[in-house]
């Protein structure tokens, strides 16, 4: 009884391979990437200064106009001492902001505000 059930599984499969393989074109092929959302996650206050929220904006050149899409940063368990003396901690801190693939250059504007904002107050 395994045997005929094996040859009709197999049978089955061999019908049906076809359907399976892939149909694409080796000379041209094309990727097709939509980005949704994009996020830095620091651990050190000093790793604000490598961000380039440009660069990172620019990923979304390739979405259409009117997808939505979201960037955030986040501060995970980030401590130091700002130059008052005074000790912080930023366990989790996330902050985020969301639009419209046609709004790139006011949200940009909004994590360059942040992150200006987190540097003055908290780098030596």
Known sequence: MKTII???LGSFLMA???AFSQNSDENNPQIDLQVVEVGVTITEIEDLETIDWKEIFDLYQSNK???SIGV???LKDVSGVMDTG???HFKNFK???AGKVSERKRLQEQMDTITD???RKFLP
Request: glycine share 0%.
């Open 65 to 67: 106009a009117s997808d």
């Open 6 to 8: 094996y040859l009709f």
């Open 86 to 88: 005074q000790k912080f």
């Open 117 to 119: 904002r987190l540097k």
């Open 16 to 18: 049906h391979y076809p």
């Open 95 to 97: 902050y985020e902001v």
């Open 72 to 74: 955030y940063l986040r």
